[in-house]
T-cell receptor, first 115, second 118 residues
Framework: KQEVTQIPAALSVPEGENLVLNCSFTDSAIYNLQWFRQDPGKGLTSLLLIQSSQREQTSGRLNASLDKSSGRSTLYIAASQPGDSATYLCAVSPWPPGNNRKLIWGLGTSLAVNP | EPEVTQTPSHQVTQMGQEVILRCVPI?????FYWYRQILGQKVEFLVS????????KSEIFDDQFSVERPDGSNFTLKIRSTKLEDSAMYFC????????????????FGAGSRLTVL
């Protein structure tokens, strides 16, 4: 059974720092991996998606890497800003994809960027 | 930017009562999902829906739960007789295609409906 774990559970950093959030999964048979952002009272916003055949994806100050064989992904946030404060969730879509693309989620990393 | 709309944002109900959570997916999307998140726990998949039928459901989605797309725009989740453990945030999501994981077909989530069962 696929399990997704995220470390650390919480992180507090001063503005401007570069930081790394970690995600690990127990079964390397995945279709893709996604990073989401969750703000209080808001929905889940997809940040980056990495297909199982890819090694990394970048969007602005965000870079996500995937090492499928070791069951790990990292989300790198460059030059963090207070507006980056949120909970970051990692989710994997199992292989084979079948008729559905259900996602299996980690518990998230709660990030606070202090001005 | 198109968005998924969920109502109500918060509902408080008594144990044993029926609850209907409503979602308006993005208009050209074909695949619909419900997820839930109990406070402090992981987001969990409940059900996926396509072509007016359930395509997959989790073991959480027992006989107390049902989904419906009554009028071609709304997508509803009904809990027939709520229990204390149904208290959670319920998220609706939609995607254009069967593969919500690639490119433009990433799932779009609503803001959630918080259900509190007393």
């Amino acid at each position: 059974k696929q399990e997704v774990t995220q470390i650390p559970a919480a992180l507090s950093v001063p503005e401007g720092e570069n930081l790394v959030l970690n995600c690990s999964f127990t079964d390397s048979a995945i279709y893709n991996l996604q990073w989401f952002r969750q703000d209080p009272g808001k929905g889940l916003t997809s940040l980056l998606l990495i297909q199982s055949s890819q090694r990394e994806q970048t969007s602005g100050r965000l870079n996500a890497s995937l090492d499928k064989s070791s069951g790990r992904s990292t989300l790198y946030i460059a030059a963090s800003q207070p507006g980056d404060s949120a909970t970051y969730l990692c989710a994997v879509s199992p292989w084979p994809p079948g008729n559905n693309r259900k996602l299996i989620w980690g518990l998230g990393t709660s990030l606070a960027v202090n001005p | 930017e198109p968005e998924v709309t969920q109502t109500p944002s918060h509902q408080v109900t008594q144990m044993g009562q029926e609850v209907i959570l409503r979602c308006v997916p993005i208009s050209n999307h074909l695949y619909f999902y419900w997820y839930r998140q109990i406070l402090g726990q992981k987001v969990e998949f409940l059900v996926s829906f396509y072509n007016n039928e359930i395509s997959e459901k989790s073991e959480i989605f027992d006989d107390q739960f049902s989904v419906e797309r009554p009028d071609g725009s709304n997508f509803t989740l009904k809990i027939r007789s709520t229990k204390l453990e149904d208290s959670a945030m319920y998220f609706c999501a939609s995607s254009e295609s069967r593969d919500p994981g690639t490119g433009a077909n990433v799932l779009t989530f609503g803001a959630g409906s918080r259900l509190t069962v007393l």
